[in-house]
């Protein structure tokens, strides 16, 4: 008489093992998948304040220099660049380059009115320049690269005449 074997419910070991490393594979490739956007994410976050920051800087000093009736200096020394302009209510504005910051103060009779700090998401390097024969004060930024040797491009770069307004209120200057 022959005996049948029932087969009894539940896997084998070696089903078993391939169900864990099936599963294994997919867990990895959807971390690292996971992974790679929020780090895009943040990248993408970082470009963005460093956007807005740009242009609030930009906003700010364009209105400066064009409410400034003169350059006072432009020093450069080592890595720290600084602009001090003179506004025609008196008033001293500075502007200074210092690492991932631009450090803006507003000076009346040697006593700080109002500062302001614009700091960098994303290394980034600063210079001003002044054109001593148009009358023009320059801000150039530029992304710093950790390969020493490569010229970055320019990341931003603005240019605005000084005293625009004061002549155009002056009459100076047509509309």
Not at 68 to 93: A, W, Y
Not at 99 to 111: G, S, V
Not at 165 to 170: E, G, K, P, Q, T
Request: aromatic letters at 8%.
């Amino acid at each position: 008489m022959r005996h049948k074997r029932r087969r009894q419910g539940g896997f084998t070991l070696r089903e078993l093992m391939i169900a864990v490393s099936l599963c294994s594979v997919i867990t990895t490739i959807t971390v690292g998948t996971v992974h790679q956007a929020f780090r895009w994410s943040s990248t993408n976050h970082r470009r963005l304040t460093d956007d807005q920051t740009y242009f609030n800087l930009a906003s700010q000093l364009r209105r400066h220099i064009h409410e400034c009736d003169r350059v006072i200096s432009t020093d450069e020394s080592n890595d720290t660049t600084s602009l001090r302009l003179h506004l025609v209510d008196g008033s001293t504005v500075e502007y200074a380059v210092d690492e991932q910051t631009i450090k803006f103060a507003q000076l009346r009779d040697e006593q700080v009115v109002a500062s302001e700090q614009f700091r960098w998401r994303i290394p980034r390097h600063s210079h001003f320049d002044w054109d001593i024969t148009n009358n023009e004060v320059g801000l150039d930024i530029t992304t710093v690269t950790p390969f020493a040797v490569s010229q970055t491009p320019v990341w931003r770069s603005f240019r605005a005449t000084c005293g625009i307004r004061v002549r155009y209120l002056n009459q100076e200057l047509d509309s």
